[in-house]
């Protein structure tokens, strides 16, 4: 048998980062005076949800340092309002996809050494690009340092590709990031 976990849940609160890490400290103030918690690193952990402009939630799990809280909240918080601003840069542009702009270059990647790629291929994947007019600089626009939208696509397809999703499914939930954050 392992620990008994015990879960607090709070209602959501719209402050500072810093006001999360203080409520944070405050309730493990109170659960060691109980006697009755473990402390040190790894005995509490914070999972926070954090959502900027009515956009969507992203909840960051498993936070074991309290001075970490703060900065992660407002890297998260930052990293959303940047999305926010790339996608209403995408708005304004006029991009329109048609199945010419769709463009099979599996034959190009026939001796690629990378054994992700071979895998895809011997299961009879296409690879695809897709050609947009007008999005020229929008992978490398920057509103916040690091925060880019080519660094995002670009994680959730390695995130994919590590999860072994295929190559294929990888590019098709990418052309989907972009289709929505256009729309």
Known sequence: MGVPLVEIALEPV????????EIALTLGRLLRATR???????SIRQDVNISVMNSGVVEV???QQLDQLEKIIGYEAKRQHGLIQIGDKLKKLSITITKED??????IFKDCESK??????KSKAKIKVIRIRNFSGMFSFEPYSGIRLGKEIGQ???????????IQMSCLIT????LTLIR
């Open 14 to 21: 719209s402050t500072k980062p810093s006001e999360v890490k």
């Open 36 to 42: 009755m918690v473990k402390r040190g690193i790894g």
């Open 61 to 63: 799990k498993g936070v």
């Open 102 to 107: 769709v463009l099979d270059i599996t034959e």
């Open 116 to 121: 992700i790629i071979q895998k895809a291929l």
């Open 156 to 166: 959730i397809v390695r995130f994919l590709v590590l999860e072994e999703f295929s």
């Open 175 to 178: 052309e989907l990031i972009v």
